[in-house]
């Protein structure tokens, strides 16, 4: 990495061999899958009559998770990168925070999933903004989302705890996060054999998930008519 904002970064991905704006085809065109579902989902929110601030911010954050992919695969600079990871660790943050505060049933939950949700942020930020990553290029870097994996399967362990009619949707969306970060792994390891590299399916995977996740948070958010099964 380096510490001008502005010159390009290159070796990140195996796709990228130089700078350029179109250096990283897959992984560029890919991210706007994610903007696609995205807007569905926000255009689907908006018309429904139940809508809640914290669920138009998650929909939200999803559309920004998708432009900043996108300019981050196609820019490939320091400034880039930032965009490509605020977004995407507000929305974990927001969504763990939330799941969180409707688990605990305690006058300090509000403030106990505030904290937690600042703490996942923090976290996940400086951990996608380091120089190095805690174990090198050996996972492609990956090791930077295990703090949002831990939040899609504490999601999920929750969900199942309460009986809430949501668990099969977080759990399907919890498996192919995890598969995802599998193909996100694979990039640079698998490199000499697939010349493209696998960082797209990440995408790929990773937009499923969110659609799913998505799908779970609009049929099942407070004022939806639909509770949990007890």
């Given at each position: 990495?380096?510490?001008?904002?502005?010159a390009?970064?290159?070796?990140?991905?195996?796709?990228?061999?130089?700078?350029?704006?179109?250096?990283?085809?897959?992984?560029?065109?890919?991210?706007?899958?994610?903007?696609?579902?995205?807007?569905?989902?926000l255009?689907?929110?908006?018309?429904?009559?139940?809508?809640?601030?914290?669920?138009?911010?998650?929909?939200?954050?999803?559309?920004?998770?998708?432009?900043?992919?996108?300019?981050?695969?196609?820019?490939?600079?320091?400034?880039?990168?930032?965009?490509?990871?605020?977004?995407?660790?507000?929305?974990?943050?927001?969504?763990?925070?939330?799941?969180l505060?409707?688990?605990?049933?305690?006058?300090?939950?509000?403030?106990?999933?505030?904290?937690?949700?600042?703490?996942?942020?923090?976290?996940?930020?400086?951990?996608?903004?380091?120089?190095?990553?805690?174990?090198?290029?050996?996972?492609?870097?990956?090791?930077?989302?295990?703090?949002?994996?831990?939040?899609?399967?504490?999601?999920?362990?929750?969900?199942?705890?309460?009986?809430h009619?949501?668990?099969?949707?977080?759990?399907?969306?919890?498996?192919?996060?995890?598969?995802?970060?599998?193909?996100?792994?694979?990039?640079?390891?698998?490199?000499?054999?697939?010349?493209?590299?696998?960082h797209?399916?990440?995408?790929?995977?990773?937009?499923?998930?969110?659609?799913?996740?998505?799908?779970?948070?609009i049929?099942?958010?407070?004022?939806?008519?639909?509770?949990a099964?007890?």
């Open positions: 990495m380096t510490s001008d904002w502005s390009p970064i290159s070796g990140a991905y195996c796709e990228r061999t130089a700078p350029g704006f179109w250096g990283e085809p897959l992984n560029a065109g890919s991210s706007l899958l994610v903007i696609v579902v995205s807007l569905l989902a255009v689907h929110v908006l018309r429904s009559r139940s809508l809640s601030p914290g669920l138009i911010a998650l929909m939200a954050l999803a559309l920004a998770i998708g432009i900043g992919s996108f300019l981050w695969h196609t820019f490939a600079t320091r400034w880039a990168e930032l965009a490509d990871v605020l977004p995407i660790w507000a929305f974990v943050a927001l969504y763990g925070a939330a799941v505060k409707d688990s605990v049933k305690a006058s300090y939950a509000l403030p106990l999933a505030v904290a937690f949700g600042a703490m996942v942020f923090v976290a996940g930020l400086a951990l996608s903004m380091r120089e190095t990553h805690m174990l090198g290029d050996t996972v492609s870097g990956s090791t930077q989302y295990l703090p949002a994996l831990f939040v899609v399967f504490a999601a999920g362990r929750v969900a199942w705890k309460e009986r009619p949501s668990f099969r949707l977080i759990a399907v969306s919890s498996a192919l996060f995890a598969l995802s970060f599998a193909f996100r792994s694979l990039d640079m390891p698998l490199c000499s054999t697939v010349p493209f590299g696998t797209f399916l990440w995408h790929v995977t990773n937009c499923l998930a969110f659609g799913v996740l998505l799908a779970a948070l049929r099942f958010s407070p004022g939806s008519g639909r509770t099964d007890k």
